[in-house]
């Protein structure tokens, strides 16, 4: 009997750990499945059949990039610039939210430029990177910077604020200093508004490479591939340029998934009220 209750208990804790990718999976595959066979349901004009492509189009185009040779240079320039971006952000936007949230002062300094950059839309800045780092992988770096440094910034800076003061109390009676402070209290109590921040900031990254490169940051990359092909009317390697940058943000999103469950398990249970 006991084995039995054991082998259920096995059995529930796998679904619960693999429910969602189950889930997850399993709708997208219904919803390639539909956009396969939508042409043979409905009846589309020949205009709507020049652009459109089917799932099949879309895999053929991926083929046909690599076998040209033109996916791999495109993918690494787009993906080089991406982390690079990205790296700095983190870089910058973690120690600058902490120190802003813990000091008054320096929030006061910084708070009011924050909030104005914050608020403007990153394509206006976009001719001024261009005019000061050129064409190329530089520019396209600064946009993701820019794009991914606020929110990332602006998460780690409320999570800080709403760390437990009684916690930083008691730490501090036992005589702890700041720096002790912040890697014992503060950053463990902002770890969730900081793995929201850098969900979000992923999305703003790989948004700053796509307008990067569409609006003339680059001669190479991903998006550079989308605009030529969308000039040429090649819905196909348009969509496929599409998949290449969700599947980036769906891999990367699942790591930083895997981090949280990772550097959240001192978190105590949450427990259900009956």
């Not at 206006?124 to 050129?134: A, D, S, Y």
């Not at 064409?135 to 770096?141: F, L």
């Not at 700041?178 to 793995?195: H, Q």
């Not at 992923?202 to 030529?228: N, T, W």
């Amino acid at each position: 009997m006991s084995d039995i209750r054991s082998a259920d208990i096995t059995r529930k804790t796998f679904r619960e750990k693999y429910e969602h990718a189950f889930l997850g999976g399993g709708f997208i595959i219904v919803m390639i499945v539909i956009w396969q066979i939508v042409p043979t349901i409905f009846t589309l004009s020949k205009g709507m059949q020049l652009f459109f492509a089917t799932p099949i189009m879309v895999v053929e185009a991926l083929g046909d990039l690599i076998a040209s040779g033109k996916l791999w240079p495109a993918v690494q320039f787009s993906a080089t610039a991406f982390l690079l971006g990205l790296g700095l952000s983190i870089i910058v936007a973690l120690p600058l939210g902490v120190i802003m949230g813990r000091s008054r002062l320096i929030n006061d300094i910084f708070d009011p430029f924050i909030t104005a950059i914050n608020a403007t839309p990153r394509l206006v800045f976009l001719p001024l990177i261009l005019i000061w780092f050129g064409i190329g992988m530089k520019s396209v770096i600064f946009v993701v910077f820019i794009g991914a440094l606020f929110p990332l910034l602006i998460n780690t800076y409320e999570g800080v604020k709403n760390a437990d003061k009684l916690l930083i109390n008691v730490v501090k009676s036992y005589g702890a200093n700041e720096w002790e402070i912040n890697k014992l209290v503060v950053v463990p109590n902002s770890l969730p508004f900081i793995i929201a921040g850098l969900r979000l900031a992923i999305g703003r990254a790989v948004l700053g490479v796509v307008v990067a490169e569409f609006f003339g940051g680059s001669s190479k990359g991903i998006g550079v591939i989308m605009v030529r092909a969308s000039g040429t009317f090649q819905v196909d390697v348009v969509f496929a340029g599409l998949i290449l940058f969700m599947a980036i943000s769906l891999v990367l999103t699942g790591i930083v998934r895997a981090i949280e469950a990772r550097f959240s398990r001192w978190r105590p249970p949450q427990t259900k009220n009956f």
